[in-house]
C-alpha cells in the first residue's frame, strides 16, 4: 500500500543525444500510461512532459512529471525503464509543484477536488 500523500515526481529518462530522439520516446510512455487513449477520463495517473538538460552538456533529458504517491511513481519508473532499456538512465525524484501547475490542476479537477 502507497502510505505518502500524493505529490509532484519526476521521471527523468537520461541519455538522449538530442532532443528529438528525447521527444520519440513520448509515445511508447504514453502507450505505457495510458494504453487505450479513448479511455474515459481520467487517466490512472495524471502525467505530462517535458525536455531538461542531460547528465552532461551534449544530451538531453525527457522528464515524466507524475502526481501520485511516492511508491507509485517508483513503480512507474520501473516500468518506464523495462521500456527504455539500459542504454539509459531513469532516475525518479520529487517536483517542485510551480513548475508542473497543469498536473496539479489535472489532479484536482480529477479528484474532485476543484
Not at 3 to 19: F, K, L, N
Not at 93 to 108: F, H, I, K, N, P
Request: with cysteine.
Amino acid at each position: 500500500m502507497d502510505e505518502d500523500e500524493p505529490r509532484v515526481y519526476e521521471i527523468r529518462i537520461h541519455g538522449c543525444p538530442t532532443s528529438q530522439e528525447a521527444l520519440a520516446l513520448q509515445d511508447p510512455i504514453e502507450r505505457l500510461l495510458c494504453p487505450d487513449p479513448d479511455h474515459v477520463p481520467p487517466c490512472e495517473i495524471p502525467w505530462s512532459f517535458t525536455l531538461a538538460g542531460g547528465d552532461d552538456d551534449a544530451s538531453t533529458a525527457l522528464v515524466l512529471g507524475v502526481h501520485t504517491s511516492g511508491g507509485r511513481a517508483a513503480r512507474v519508473a520501473d516500468r518506464v525503464r523495462a521500456l527504455v532499456g539500459e542504454t539509459r538512465t531513469v532516475a525518479v525524484s520529487g517536483g517542485e509543484a510551480g513548475e508542473w501547475e497543469e498536473l496539479v490542476e489535472q489532479y484536482r479537477v480529477e479528484k474532485g477536488m476543484g
